[in-house]
Nanobody, 122 residues
């Protein structure tokens, strides 16, 4: 069974930075795409960023975070460096993994971890 553990969230002022971490376990993820997602209160969960399985994979980003967020990966661990944070980035952030890129980018998963809360507020 896949387990996903996210960490690194917190309260930050607008313009600040946070670095999220995710550790996946329960299977071999070497051939899996991995990604970050978020869900704001009253909104659907959305794709934030995704990355391929190789160490030099280029991240793919949602337009709302492109240029401010950076995804990176070390085997079954992924990270999300979030800079220039805005109040609209406030959400619970989740990670997940799939061998199918379309499943990843459409957030089409049956199970999720607990997520980590990010609150951007002055």
């Amino acid at each position: 069974q896949v387990q996903l553990v996210e960490s690194g969230g917190g309260l930050v002022q607008p313009g600040g930075s946070l670095r999220l971490s995710c550790v996946a376990s329960g299977r071999t993820f070497s051939a899996y795409y991995m990604g970050w997602f978020r869900q704001a209160p009253g909104k659907e969960r959305e794709f934030v960023a995704g990355i391929g399985s190789s160490g030099d994979s280029i991240g793919v980003y949602a337009p709302s975070v492109k240029g401010r967020f950076r995804i990176s990966r070390d085997n079954a661990k992924i990270y999300l460096q979030m800079n220039s944070l805005k109040p609209e980035d406030t959400a619970v952030y989740y990670c997940n993994a799939s061998p199918d890129w379309q499943i990843l980018t459409t957030s089409n998963f049956r199970s999720w971890g607990q997520g980590t809360q990010v609150t951007v507020s002055s």
